[in-house]
C-alpha cells in the first residue's frame, strides 16, 4: 500500500525566501510521486512528477523537488518565494500500476509575507 | 484544449436530500475518477471509471453514494441521502488510460450540508 505523510500543515516564509515542503512516502513497490498545487475555489493544478527517471524533478512556476529513496522523501523547494506562490500544496503517490491510484496527503498551506 | 467541466460549483442542501454532479472529463480520456476532500484534508478517491466500466470504488459509501458513466464519457456522482459529513469539495479527474501519470482534475463542486 502507498501512503505520504506532509510535514507541517501550515508554512510561512517571506517573499524572496527559500520554500521548502516537505513530503515522506511509503510504497512497496518503486512510486511515482507528484505534487499538486490548489488555488482557492479551484482545482488541482500538477506542479511536477517523478516516474522514476532523473531523481531532481523541475517544474513549472520555478518548483523542484529531489526524490530520495534513502530517506523516502520527495520534498518541494523554490529559491525564492513570490506572493502568488500562496496556495495548498499537496504530495500524492502511486504505484504507476493499471489501477494508478493516487493516494494524497493531507496538504501543506503555504503563506507568502510581503 | 478544455479542461475537465463540472458542475455545479456550488450546491447547499439539507441533510437527508438528494444531490447530483456532474462532470465531463477532457476529449478522449477514457479513465474518470471522483475524488472527495474533506476541509483540511487530502482528495481521497470514491470512484475510478476506465471506459464505462467501474475499476475501483472500494472507498464508495454504497449505500448512499452511486455513480455512473453510461456512455464512457461524462459522469454523475449521487448521494442519496445526504449526511453531515458528505459536506466537502467533489473532485472529478481524468486520464488518457489508467496508469496513466498525470491526472487532471476539474474546480470541483463544493457541497455544504446543513
Known amino acids: 500500500a502507498q501512503s505520504v505523510t506532509q510535514l507541517g500543515s501550515h508554512v510561512s516564509v517571506s517573499e524572496g525566501a527559500l520554500v521548502l515542503l516537505r513530503c515522506n512516502y511509503s510504497?512497496?513497490?518503486?512510486?511515482?510521486l507528484f505534487w499538486y498545487v490548489q488555488y482557492p475555489n479551484q482545482g488541482l493544478q500538477l506542479l511536477l512528477k517523478?516516474?522514476?527517471?532523473?531523481?531532481l524533478v523541475k517544474g513549472i512556476n520555478g518548483f523542484e523537488a529531489e526524490f530520495k529513496k534513502s530517506e523516502t522523501s520527495f520534498h518541494l523547494t523554490k529559491p525564492s518565494a513570490h506572493m502568488s506562490d500562496a496556495a495548498e500544496y499537496f504530495c500524492?503517490?502511486?504505484?504507476?500500476?493499471?489501477?494508478?491510484?493516487?493516494?494524497f496527503g493531507t496538504g501543506t498551506s503555504l503563506t507568502v509575507i510581503p | 484544449e478544455a479542461g475537465v467541466a463540472q458542475s455545479p460549483r456550488y450546491k447547499i442542501i439539507e441533510k437527508r436530500q438528494s444531490v447530483a454532479f456532474w462532470c465531463n472529463p477532457i476529449s478522449g480520456h477514457a479513465t474518470l475518477y471522483w475524488y472527495q476532500q474533506i476541509l483540511g484534508q487530502g482528495p481521497k478517491l470514491l470512484i475510478q471509471f476506465q471506459n464505462n466500466g467501474v475499476v475501483d470504488d472500494s472507498q464508495l459509501p454504497k449505500d448512499r453514494f452511486s455513480a455512473e458513466r453510461l456512455k464512457g464519457v461524462d459522469s454523475t456522482l449521487k448521494i442519496q441521502p445526504a449526511k453531515l459529513e458528505d459536506s466537502a469539495v467533489y473532485l472529478c479527474a481524468s486520464s488518457l488510460r489508467a496508469g496513466a501519470t498525470e491526472q487532471f482534475f476539474g474546480p470541483g463542486t463544493r457541497l455544504t450540508v446543513l
Open positions: 517523478y516516474t522514476s527517471a532523473a531523481t
Open positions: 510504497s512497496s513497490v518503486p512510486p511515482y
Open positions: 500524492a503517490v502511486s504505484d504507476g500500476a493499471t489501477g494508478n491510484q493516487f493516494y
